[in-house]
T-cell receptor, first 113, second 115 residues
Framework: DVKVTQSSRYLVKRTGEKVFLECVQD?????MFWYRQDPGLGLRLIYF???????EKGDIPEGYSVSREKKERFSLILESASTNQTSMYLC????????????FGPGTRLTVL | AQKVTQAQTEISVVEKEDVTLDCVYE???????LFWYKQPPSGELVFLIR??????QNEISGRYSWNFQKSTSSFNFTITASQVVDSAVYFC????????????FGTGTRLQVFP
């Protein structure tokens, strides 16, 4: 059963903390994505990676960075968490260059106090 | 500019009713792809369908059907005889030929099916 897994379902952090969200896929996909989901705003792309060590900014990259050291793993980093980063974070992966669907993880609900 | 609009924020129906979720898109590309995803309460988005811009044939899969009309830039999704398990948030999405790796999502429609 193919899977995208995320390290935590729920996470509570304090303002100013450095936060790591981890995502792992077992489908050998080239592409990996981090989205943020907020009520009324749908899914917004934070960062996208199409290969190891390659990344591309999405629509809302401010306050975030990413790391892709291995093909199967894509990390989202909040350098200094703020309350406006409280949200649901979704990771996804897909094949590159085709029009295949993206496969999603279960999401991490992050609360920043 | 590319955009996906799901004007219905929330829909409530009673079991066995038919329900249609609307999706309107904007793109300058002549080649593009449209998707529907379901997000149940568990949180994980589940792929339902992909349709390319050259295939306007409607599709039916069990109780689900999709109506693609290029003339109105719409890709609507109908659930026939809805069930409680259909309760979820449904997202419509678009990808364009010049950048098929990226999806542009609508804001989603929350469907609640009551017994």
């Amino acid at each position: 059963d193919v899977k995208v897994t995320q390290s935590s379902r729920y996470l509570v952090k304090r303002t100013g903390e450095k936060v790591f969200l981890e995502c792992v896929q077992d489908m050998d996909h080239e592409n990996m994505f981090w989205y943020r989901q907020d009520p009324g705003l749908g899914l917004r792309l934070i960062y996208f990676s199409y290969d190891v060590k390659m990344k591309e900014k999405g629509d809302i990259p401010e306050g975030y960075s990413v790391s892709r050291e291995k093909k199967e793993r894509f990390s989202l980093i909040l350098e200094s968490a703020s309350t406006n980063q409280t949200s649901m974070y979704l990771c996804a992966s897909s094949n590159r260059g085709g029009v295949d669907e993206q496969f999603f993880g279960p999401g991490t609900r992050l609360t920043v106090l | 500019a590319q955009k996906v609009t799901q004007a219905q924020t929330e829909i409530s129906v009673v079991e066995k009713e038919d329900v249609t979720l609307d999706c309107v898109y904007e793109t300058r590309d002549t080649t593009y792809y449209l998707f529907w995803y379901k997000q149940p309460p568990s949180g994980e988005l589940v792929f339902l369908i992909r349709r390319n811009s050259f295939d306007e044939q409607n599709e039916i899969s069990g109780r689900y059907s999709w109506n693609f009309q290029k003339s109105t830039s719409s890709f609507n999704f109908t659930i026939t005889a809805s069930q409680v398990v259909d309760s979820a948030v449904y997202f419509c999405a678009l990808s364009e030929a010049y950048n098929t790796d990226k999806l542009i999502f609508g804001t989603g429609t929350r469907l609640q099916v009551f017994p």
